[in-house]
């Protein structure tokens, strides 16, 4: 069972450190860092649209490096100012998106984050007789029957002005 989950940084950065101070100075920052909440996912529905979200942006940034790297290697000068346009206009939207992801979600592909799953639901198939029967006597479905009062980041936007 996962309870935690990474999700892929977009920049890869590379610096040219003796091996032995980049460690060392990698260890520095790692104890330097703490990990604040960003944002809050009320519903499964607000989730789905999250993962499907991320996912998308992943897949612009992985369209736009493959892009990129047969811009490195094409020798015809029509062929790579084809590719240099695509590049660009993918570039365009992966930033907007990434953008439009940071005010949302507080998201940004240029982090590393951890989803923490902090509500789950435990369901099992029944006949409809043994479903009557648990919800007659569960604590568990009486609670759940009450609305949540919705709060996090997404009940910013449902708010009447």
């Known amino acids: 069972m996962k309870f935690l989950q990474p999700i892929s940084s977009l920049t890869l950065l590379i610096f040219s450190f003796h091996a032995g101070f980049a460690q060392e100075n990698a260890n520095e920052k790692k104890n330097e860092l ?9 519903t499964i529905d607000a989730n789905k649209e999250f993962q499907k979200n991320v996912q998308l942006v992943q897949q612009q940034r992985a369209l736009a490096a493959e892009v990129l790297s047969k811009l490195e290697v094409s020798e015809s000068k029509n062929e790579q100012e084809q590719l240099s346009a695509q590049f660009d206009s993918l570039q365009k939207k992966l930033n907007e998106n990434n953008q439009l992801m940071f005010q949302t979600y507080g998201f940004s592909l240029n982090r590393n984050y951890v989803l923490t799953v902090e509500k789950s639901h435990i369901h099992m198939w029944v006949t409809k007789e043994e479903a009557e029967a648990i919800q007659k006597q569960s604590p568990v479905q009486k609670a759940e029957t009450k609305p949540e009062k919705e709060s996090g980041f997404r009940s910013l936007f449902k708010k009447k002005k």
Do not use: E, F
């Not at 703490?34 to 009320?42: E, F, G, H, T, Y």
């Open 34 to 42: 703490v990990l604040v909440k960003v944002a809050s996912l009320n």
